[in-house]
């Protein structure tokens, strides 16, 4: 069964191949006629000559070493890991959707500018805010969006600010896009009860802030109560109130970011929308926002005009272009296919469940046996997630929150997200999404408590978790320290000890 | 309950028992009834998979695609065949529904992905390290502007004309957060980006110089000049490049590029109506620290086995917060994983055939249509020209169920009468023929040859 790891490119053999070129039904002209001398590529890319069935296994093969949303149980927190309805792929992969040309011609492409146009009503109803652009790329672009048409609407009052306000809590997406947005990072603290620290914020909100970044519910799971006062303080500083949607998950149907004071919000389609993760993307983060921050929306705007649809390029005011074309359409058509299978009352009850699951699962860890060693952080009902702090494992047990982490993948379960967020020691931070049935949250709530009690007996095997996967703990450290970030062959890297080992001939590896 | 959710009256009962609450309600104590919604959402109601997929379907209907017109659209994106391989693989839940990579032990077949991603761009673009993608090419553009930020800490980029439209505007766009001043250089009479000119905008304050190869007419550009005059003055010179016409072409690395980014969708990823594809990020070793996104590295496990590890992450936001080297968070890894499938099917052999396929047939098209060219010199897989009378020239091709081309009048107002024509291996000898029928000049026992 096991093999040895192999890449792509040490299964290649001169002369196989998987592709057959199309007839050249033109004349043969030599390349040397029609380039020049100097810009022809020399010698080829060095890429895999392997057959198609190889190729088939190679990949199928490395896909049986990822564990993935289907296969089981997958909490990881801020993340959102629900369930990707089928259809959606099906939806997707029709012909006139998968191979619409973008710069199709609008009165050609009304099916796909009419989707574009309802995902962008139903999305601003869902949000609370009237005006959407469908096009950023993925969360982090959403923000930046965020705080680039910020930046526009003060610039277009005449003011300058410098500085964004985040909570100590935030995602690290957060500050990253601040300082890429050109302004400077305050942080916010975080009061007892795990808000905003009010006064705090009071301090802080002057004429340079341009803008307060949130998520509410906030990565501790916790809506803030004081939410309105926030909002106030914010509007009343000159500032905008942005939105982080990565939590939106909690509250569709139930609260709208809109109607709590918020001018602009990024909606994550590949969290609370379905969009399937696969490994790393891809995502989209369309943004909502208010009338004021409207003028300086990205181009091209959909827009209806007698019942035609059209896009709009000629916005004077706007911020200009994120990316290419309309933004990632693929992930539009699966989204919009959730919210026409769910309608309003069906993304109501996906809140709910999101959020009565959570509650749950956090009742079952507060179980003795469990809550000794796994305290949850700012205890009290919590929204679509919760953090536990591995504090007391660590000092009573002796394993960390990233052995108990480690330890899980021996159970099937992907780990919470850990070590986040900053201000909780040892954090666990644990979604469970409304996709899960009771019975998959009481089996995760049984694992916790194995790997517990295990490590009272013996610590050691949750330290060296773990022990069933198809590698075990990895050298990060020393990949970091000499990074090997592409495949050579053998003679390439004469000087790389880890090289030595010769890789085995092609075809050779089979399982 | 909705179909996606699994919530029995037992299990209410016994859930809100065990968390010590009477009802739904008061989980939701917490949110002040005055920002509460107090009504549904005005949304349809939801409705099963099959009236769904009908109405999805319905939509799809009213499109016109690559399915049903013989297109020469391109200007960024390509009708390329995907091969059934790449549906099938990438379909599999394993590829297709796990996060991104956190915990290496159960994800070393993404991360092995990535990993030979990277080979692979690495040897499309010459440069040795490239990451695991970005969004897409546009704001792959931007991204390599903000490095040049990062790097020089100089305020000024300068950018050609023969950029694609879509990657100057997103790098004015994000340029004006990081800071930075964007300033365009010309194209010369040919549709060259004019050498001299971009040498003399390039001063001592010029972070990176932005080029693009093919360019966006089309135009093979002479890459050694333009790497020359643009790292004059200490800047650095990016170069955008499609990676299909780099099968042909001498990789902007051996030129002395510093950065080659660009839109991937040509290698094996669909349409889609503009996305999801994949943008490329390639380096000079220099750089590796300063890169965005993931990069997947080779390392050993305990038992010295060989493995995979996202590296370099003090880089990234959710280690490095503000002082991160970009706030790249989810980028586009099943794309990428279509790209990597895509270059091996082709394989090394495969790869060059298709590039000399495609530099054949559109130096074809390009005689065959007859039309007063805007970019006469060499071109890979696209070129411009002028068209008489172009409306009732894109009139005419519609008829013939052709559609042939971009117009360049929205981003070019200089070639209001021009146009901007593709070939793929879609795209045969027959249907070039058919185009040239349709909007082509005439020309007499020239056609075949």
Redesign the interface.
């Known amino acids: 069964m096991s093999e040895?790891?192999i890449?792509?490119?040490e299964r290649?053999s001169p002369g196989?191949?998987?592709?057959t070129?199309?007839e050249?039904?033109?004349?043969?002209?030599p390349?040397e006629d029609?380039?020049?001398a100097?810009?022809?590529?020399?010698r080829?890319?060095?890429?895999?000559?392997?057959t198609?069935p190889e190729?088939?296994r190679h990949?199928?093969t490395?896909?049986?070493?990822?564990?993935?949303?289907?296969?089981g149980f997958?909490p990881?927190g801020s993340?959102t890991?629900?369930?990707?309805?089928k259809?959606h792929?099906?939806?997707?992969?029709?012909?006139?959707?998968?191979?619409?040309?973008?710069?199709?011609d609008p009165e050609?492409?009304?099916?796909?500018l009419?989707?574009m146009w309802n995902l962008q009503a139903?999305l601003g109803?869902?949000a609370?805010l009237p005006h959407v652009s469908l096009q950023p790329?993925?969360?982090?672009?959403g923000?930046?969006a965020g705080?680039?048409l910020t930046?526009?609407y003060h610039e277009d009052r005449g003011e300058q600010r410098t500085k964004v306000l985040t909570p100590d809590t935030a995602?690290?997406?957060n500050?990253?896009?601040?300082?890429?947005?050109?302004y400077e990072?305050v942080k916010v603290g975080t009061a007892e009860d795990g808000g905003v620290d009010l006064d705090d914020l009071r301090d802080q909100a002057g004429d340079d802030v341009a803008c307060l970044m949130l998520t509410n519910p906030n990565t501790l799971g916790?809506?803030d109560?004081n939410?309105?006062e926030i909002a106030r303080i914010v509007h009343d500083a000159g500032a905008t109130l942005y939105y982080d949607g990565a939590n939106l998950n909690a509250?569709?149907?139930?609260?709208?970011p809109g109607?709590?004071g918020f001018d602009i919000v990024h909606f994550?389609l590949?969290k609370t929308f379905t969009q399937?993760?696969?490994?790393?993307?891809?995502?989209?983060g369309p943004i909502a926002c208010s009338d004021r921050i409207e003028p300086f929306l990205?181009i091209p705007q959909v827009v209806e005009r007698d019942g035609r649809f059209d896009l709009d390029?000629d916005r004077p005011k706007s911020?200009?272009?994120?990316?290419?074309?309309?933004?990632?359409?693929?992930?539009f058509?699966r989204s919009?296919?959730y919210?026409?299978?769910?309608?309003?009352?069906?993304?109501?009850?996906?809140s709910?469940?999101a959020?009565?699951?959570a509650?749950?699962l956090?009742?079952?860890l507060a179980e003795p046996g469990i809550a000794e060693y796994l305290p949850v952080a700012f205890d009290?009902?919590c929204?679509h997630e919760f953090v536990v702090s591995g504090a007391g494992a660590k000092e009573t047990l002796g394993i960390k929150t990233l052995d108990i982490?480690?330890r899980m993948?021996d159970h099937d379960v992907?780990?919470p997200?850990v070590y986040?967020p900053l201000l909780v020691d040892e954090a666990l931070m644990i979604e469970p999404t409304?996709?899960e049935?009771?019975e998959r949250l009481d089996h995760f709530a049984e694992v916790v408590r194995s790997i517990l009690e295990e490590a009272k007996e013996d610590p050691e095997v949750a330290r060296?978790a773990?022990h069933t996967?198809?590698?075990?703990?990895?050298?990060?450290a020393?990949?970091?320290k000499r990074?090997?970030?592409?495949?050579r062959p053998v003679d390439e890297n004469p000087g790389d000890p880890?090289r030595a080992r010769k890789a085995p001939a092609s075809g050779s590896g089979a399982m | 309950m909705s179909r996606y959710t699994g919530v029995t009256d037992e299990d209410l009962r016994a859930m809100l028992g065990a968390i010590g609450v009477d009802s739904l309600e008061d989980l939701f104590a917490d949110i002040p009834d005055s920002v509460r919604l107090g009504r549904d959402i005005d949304l349809p109601p939801g409705q099963s998979e099959q009236e769904v997929y009908e109405h999805l379907a319905s939509l799809a209907a009213r499109n016109r695609s690559a399915e049903e017109e013989i297109t020469f659209l391109g200007a960024g994106m390509y009708d390329h065949y995907v091969p059934s391989l790449i549906d099938t693989l990438l379909s599999r839940s394993e590829f297709l529904t796990p996060y991104t990579p956190y915990q290496p032990e159960i994800s070393q077949g993404g991360l092995q992905v990535m990993f030979e991603f990277q080979t692979a761009i690495s040897e499309l673009t010459g440069l040795p390290v490239s990451n695991a993608s970005v969004y897409e090419g546009p704001s792959a553009v931007a991204a390599a502007g903000y490095l040049a930020k990062l790097e020089t800490k100089r305020h000024r980029l300068v950018a050609s004309r023969g950029l694609h439209p879509h990657s100057r505007a997103a790098l004015i766009t994000h340029a004006a957060g990081y800071g930075m001043e964007v300033v365009e250089s010309p194209l010369d009479d040919e549709g060259h980006t004019d050498v001299e000119a971009l040498a003399a905008m390039v001063d001592n304050d010029t972070a990176a110089a932005f080029v693009q190869q093919p360019n966006f007419l089309g135009t093979v550009e002479d890459l050694g000049a333009l790497v020359e005059a643009g790292k004059s003055t200490g800047a650095m010179l990016v170069c955008a490049a499609d990676p299909i016409a780099l099968s042909v072409l001498k990789p902007p690395g051996e030129f002395g590029a510093d950065l080659c980014v660009g839109e991937g969708q040509a290698l094996g990823n669909r349409l889609d109506f503009g996305g999801p594809s994949f943008g490329f990020f390639a380096a000079d070793e220099r750089f590796i620290r300063k890169m965005p996104g993931r990069i997947a590295g080779e390392t050993r496990d305990v038992d010295g086995r060989r493995g995979f590890v996202l590296t370099l992450q003090t880089r990234e936001q959710h280690i490095r917060r503000e002082k991160a080297t970009h706030n790249i968070c989810t980028a586009q890894a099943l794309n990428a994983l279509a790209g990597v499938v895509y270059l091996s099917w082709l394989g090394k052999r495969g790869f060059v055939e298709l590039g000399e396929l495609l530099l054949r047939r559109t130096h074809y098209a390009r005689e065959t249509l007859g039309l007063d060219p805007i970019n006469p010199g060499a071109v890979v897989r696209e070129f411009a020209v002028r068209v008489p009378d172009l409306d009732a020239a894109l009139a005419r091709a519609r008829e013939a169920g052709i559609n042939p081309g971009y117009p360049l009048r929205r981003d070019f107002p200089e070639f209001s009468d021009g146009l901007l024509v593709a070939v793929t291996e879609r795209r045969t000898k027959e249907h070039i023929d058919r185009l040239a029928a349709a909007i082509g000049a005439p020309k007499p026992a020239q056609v075949g040859v």
């Open positions: 040895d790891t890449t792509v490119f290649s196989r191949r998987a592709f070129a199309p050249t039904d033109v004349p043969e002209v390349v029609l380039l020049p100097d810009q022809i590529r020399e080829p890319a060095e890429l895999p000559e392997i198609e190729l088939a990949y199928t490395l896909s049986s070493k990822n564990f993935h949303l289907d296969e997958y990881l993340c890991m629900k369930h990707n309805p259809l792929e099906r939806v997707a992969a029709l012909s006139g959707h998968a191979r619409l040309h973008p710069l199709q050609y492409a009304q099916g796909a009419e989707l139903a109803e869902i609370g790329s993925a969360g982090s672009h923000e930046l705080l680039l930046r526009a995602h690290g997406t500050p990253a896009t601040v300082t890429m947005a050109g990072v916790l809506f109560r939410i309105e509250v569709m149907g139930i609260a709208r109607d709590m994550n590949h399937p993760h696969g490994g790393g993307g891809p995502g989209a990205p390029h911020i200009g272009k994120l990316r290419g074309f309309q933004g990632n359409f693929g992930v058509v919009y296919a919210i026409r299978s769910l309608g309003g009352d069906g993304l109501k009850d996906v709910e469940v959020v009565l699951n509650n749950y956090k009742a079952l009290r009902i929204m982490a480690k993948l992907h780990p997200t986040f409304e996709t049935v009771k060296s773990p996967t198809p590698v075990r703990r990895l050298d990060e020393g990949a970091a990074p090997v970030v592409r495949w880890d």
